[in-house]
């Protein structure tokens, strides 16, 4: 079978082409174009399909991970989206959560909604907290509300009615009538977007929908078209936040479940090299251009998380925009190899912003006119200008030491190699502190855990970034450059489907309730997946967020599988139990349990896409040596260049060192050694005395 498997970044577009009948696997990296990114997409195909000698016809999947949701919201370049709600909570969204994710701040930024006051309407209706009826939906009313969004000029409008999850009635008339008064709006309805209850957070995940949806259509309809064009003929999958591919039409419909598409890719791949290696507890370091993420893998399996947040403040868990969709923990921040570095009030600032793939950074030779941490690494000597992706771009050193020194060493007073290594030590101890959220404030101990990096930029910032948390060994996967294009051809299709009803278990229906609510979620379920595959062999799973009653906030439980009777439920309660003695290290016996959002899982089969190594190694031996500044050795010192292909098993190489590969460049430090192990990976065991 062969498989291409394609990620979009902010800077880099990757592919991956694996044949595994071959066991034959192609990689590529082409600059993204940001003004339509189908571009380089069209290209890097054309490009990794004729290197292979393959044609189109005889490519059996496309696997696609985008950030185009992701961006759309963060730069705020979505469609012009209303808001219709009922009477009464027009200010949901701007008055968001009581809590403050800062307490002692007095000047605490709240996150920007995505739709503005004067574009939230309100009709007359209310539903209660049961579902039924409190006051009927006034049509009147709904008329004017949709007579007031289309003469504001929207494109989109989302609706989210007050406890819509309970009885979806209400919001269901709404969309009949703007398919008859306005067909052209799109139109995210709450009760179908996200099903469950805390006001807040379903409304901005229904706007949020809305607010991607024509940018993520018109994004899809325009690759779709080009790859059918191109002779691609096959169904294209797309991978979601929650490590699961969907069609085309369940994305373009709901993508408010792909904003963290790529990054959840990545995690899979880390999952799959960190098994391969005996690792079960792994925290994931992935830099590309553009940012920097970090999450965490948990005996063996991602950690997946019932909602997560963009647009965070300072990486303040509470500071963004709530999105209630299932997603793999991770947390992102603005520190890639594009990101600006500046002087700002007498120090060395780094990031968020980036120079992105147009201009890009200095050594690009595309015009940049502000130094990255791309540039400093190449004035450290960590980069090669003449091996920089494969061989295709040919770096400007010049560029690169000109703009390190005109605007960080020349304000500070500082030599170029001094100002081009705070560059780089100011970008790690950014994801340092992103890293210890991610670790430590979880209840993680790094000590325990090895760390997988990948990403363009990642194994260049790994092992300091290990050093700074105690994380004892770095694993460097073969492709870790594409690392987020191999985890998709490691994914499979997954749907989940969510209600809220809150059950008790110890109430004397309890039973037949809850296998009502998956009665209605595998029928709702079963429809999705027709929208995926008409013939799969589907495997259910079931997940449930559950709390002792009084509580505010609830723990996922896996829940078992099996009839669900009268027996079911001590079942369930152990279950509950189980989770929440390894979530809080206690158990209160005394509590009522009660089950809030039931979910169930559906995962349709994949072809087994086969291993995929690197080819057999024809030599081992150093190539060459290169000037490299570290301050352990307090300037430049001669460091060892490896070839990466050139690396047999079992090989060990003390640091400093340089291991080049196609795709990306790994820093070895002094008093780190690295080796290449059985499944072709880089493993650097870091030096102890030298952790912080």
């Known amino acids: 079978m062969i498989a291409v498997a394609f990620d979009i970044g902010g800077t880099f577009t990757d592919f991956v082409l694996h044949d595994s009948a071959a066991g034959h696997t192609q990689a590529l990296k082409v600059p993204t174009t940001p003004t339509d990114p189908s571009i380089a997409v069209i290209y890097g195909l054309e490009k990794i399909r004729s290197q292979s000698g393959i044609a189109a016809e005889n490519v059996a999947s496309m696997l696609h991970a985008t950030t185009i ?6 730069e705020r370049k979505g469609a012009p989206t209303g808001l219709i709600t009922t009477a009464g909570f027009r200010d949901v969204l701007i008055i968001g959560r009581q809590k403050r994710y800062e307490t002692y701040d007095l000047y605490i930024s709240k996150p920007k909604p995505l739709v503005q006051r004067r574009h939230i309407v309100e009709v007359q209706e209310r539903v209660a907290a049961d579902g039924s009826v409190v006051a009927e939906l006034d049509m009147e009313s709904v008329d004017s509300a949709i007579d007031a969004i289309v003469a504001s000029g929207r494109e989109t ?58 940018v993520v259509d018109r994004y899809i309809g325009h690759l779709e078209a080009a790859l059918d064009k191109q002779g691609f003929r096959d169904d294209l999958l797309i991978m979601q936040s929650n490590g699961g591919l969907v069609s085309p039409a369940i994305a373009r419909d709901f993508p408010v479940r792909i904003i963290e598409s790529g990054p959840a890719a990545g995690i899979l791949m880390c999952a799959e090299a960190g098994r391969a290696a005996g690792f079960s507890e792994i925290l994931t370091f992935d830099m590309g251009g553009t940012t920097a993420k970090l999450g965490a893998i948990d005996g063996g399996t991602p950690a997946i998380m019932p909602t997560l947040e963009v647009d965070l403040v300072r990486h303040k868990r509470g500071s963004g925009l709530p999105i209630n969709v299932p997603a793999i923990e991770m947390l992102e921040i603005g520190s890639g190899g594009g990101s600006i570095a500046r002087v700002d009030r007498g120090m060395i600032a780094v990031g968020p912003d980036s120079a992105g793939a147009d201009p890009g950074p200095m050594c690009y030779g595309r015009c940049g006119t502000q130094p990255t941490i791309t540039d400093a690494n190449v004035v450290l ?127 004397p229906g309890a039973a037949d309730n809850i296998a009502a609510v998956y009665s209605t979620l595998e ?125 047999t098993d079992g090989v060990s190489v003390p640091g400093p060192a340089i291991v080049e590969d196609q795709d990306c460049t790994t820093v070895v430090p002094p008093g780190d050694r690295v080796r290449v192990n059985q499944d072709g990976h880089l493993m650097i065991e870091i030096d102890q005395e030298a952790v912080a």
């Open 69 to 74: 949701a992701t961006n759309a919201v963060l």
């Open 157 to 214: 409008v989302a609706v989210s009615l007050l406890h819509a999850y309970a009885n979806a009635s209400h919001e269901g008339s709404i969309r009949d009538r703007i398919s008859k008064r306005a067909p052209e709006l799109s139109v995210s309805i709450s009760s179908e977007v996200s099903p469950k209850f805390r006001e807040y957070e379903r409304t901005n995940t229904t706007v949020t929908n809305a607010y991607v949806r024509p």
């Open 381 to 507: 000597g960590y980069i090669s200008p003449e091996g920089f992706n494969a061989g295709a771009m040919q770096l400007d050193k010049g560029a690169a030491v000109d703009g390190i020194a005109r605007n960080i060493a020349d304000p500070l007073g500082l030599d170029v190699e001094a100002a081009a290594w705070g560059v780089h030590l100011i970008a790690t101890t950014n994801m340092q502190n992103a890293l210890r959220l991610v670790s430590i404030e979880r209840g993680r101990d790094p000590r325990k855990y090895a760390m997988v990096a990948f990403g363009g930029a990642g194994p260049l910032h790994a092992a300091r970034l290990a050093r700074a948390v105690g994380i004892p060994t770095v694993l460097v996967p073969h492709g870790a450059g594409v690392g987020s294009a191999i985890g998709l051809l490691q994914a499979e299709p997954r749907l989940d489907v969510t209600a809220t009803r809150v059950l008790r278990l110890d109430d």
């Open 523 to 647: 029928e709702q379920a079963e429809k999705e997946v027709e929208r995926v595959s008409h013939d799969a062999d589907v495997t259910w799973s079931r997940y449930a967020e559950m709390r002792h009653a009084g509580q505010g906030f609830e723990i996922r439980v896996t829940l078992p599988d099996g009839p669900i009777n009268e027996s079911y439920i001590d079942k369930v309660a152990a279950a509950f139990d189980e989770a929440y003695r390894q979530r809080n290290k206690f158990l209160d016996t005394e509590g009522v349990v009660e089950g809030v959002d039931w979910s169930l899982v559906a995962r349709l089969p994949s072809e087994p896409m086969g291993s995929i190594k690197p080819e057999a190694a024809a030599e081992n031996a150093v190539q060459r040596v290169r000037q490299c500044w570290f301050p352990e050795t307090n300037g430049f010192v001669e460091t060892r260049i490896l070839q990466r292909s050139n690396l």
